[in-house]
């Protein structure tokens, strides 16, 4: 099956510093990647859907100016959160599908490992 | 987005079957219904879709309602693999957002 990574797995930050966090989709081009966030024993929650070349759009609540989404080619999105603070620290994880697959709901999605992020 | 009620737990015995129940009665008629399971500390998995008709693969099986507004995911012979939290998800037709719920933690016993 399609694989997707993410790096690093896991990072420990100092609060006001920034942390990159990428995600790859290893054997598959993806024009649409999600990113999502899970705080411990919740479910996940989606921040931001990214497009390829284009801006990320990004769900109500979710601050576009911290955290900064790029989309720079078909195999890799990159989530930066900016000036972290500890109620940053969660587990981040990258879902993205085939683009050769159906278009809409009529396909899966490949999720990554998931980036626990621990801010200090 | 259609809302979902899924039981929080539920328990079953390793090699036995499990099945998993998911209420979705505000689904439209071009929703997709989608399940994923999440084993600890790990991203989602997919495990099955399908729209108005049974689905199988080799993971698991998804019955489908007549009237759609109930499915049923089902793991033939549980393993303390499938041990995990299960998530059903309708998804509009033209859309590709997963709403995750809550879902159900499905433990599996020895």
């Known amino acids: 099956g399609a694989v997707v990574s993410q790096h690093p797995s896991w990072v420990i930050c100092k609060s006001g510093t920034s942390v990159k966090i990428e995600c790859r989709s290893l054997?598959?081009?993806?024009?649409?990647m999600f990113w999502y966030r899970q705080f411990p024993k919740q479910s996940l929650m989606l921040m931001a859907t990214s497009n390829e070349g284009s801006k990320a759009t990004y769900e109500q609540g979710v601050e576009k100016d911290k955290f900064l989404i790029n989309h720079a080619s078909l195999t890799l999105s990159t989530l930066t959160v900016t000036s972290a603070h500890p109620e940053d620290s969660s587990f981040y994880i990258c879902s993205a599908r085939d683009m050769r697959g159906a278009g809409g709901a009529n396909y899966e999605q490949y999720f990554g490992p998931g980036t626990r992020l621990t801010v200090t | 987005d259609a809302k979902t009620t899924q039981p929080n737990s539920m328990e079953s015995n390793e090699e036995e079957p499990v099945h998993l129940p998911c209420n979705h009665s505000?689904?439209?008629?071009?929703?997709?219904i989608h399940w994923y399971r999440q084993l600890p500390s790990q991203g989602p998995e997919y495990v099955i879709h399908g729209l108005t008709s049974n689905v199988n693969n080799r993971m698991a099986s998804l019955a489908i309602a007549e009237d759609r507004k109930s499915s049923t995911l089902i793991l033939h012979r549980a393993t303390l693999r499938d041990a995990a939290v299960y998530y059903c998800i309708p998804i509009q037709g033209g859309s590709e957002k997963l709403v995750f719920g809550k879902g159900t933690k499905l433990t599996v016993n020895p």
């Open positions: 505000t689904i439209s008629g071009t929703d997709y």
């Open positions: 054997d598959f081009q993806a024009t649409t």
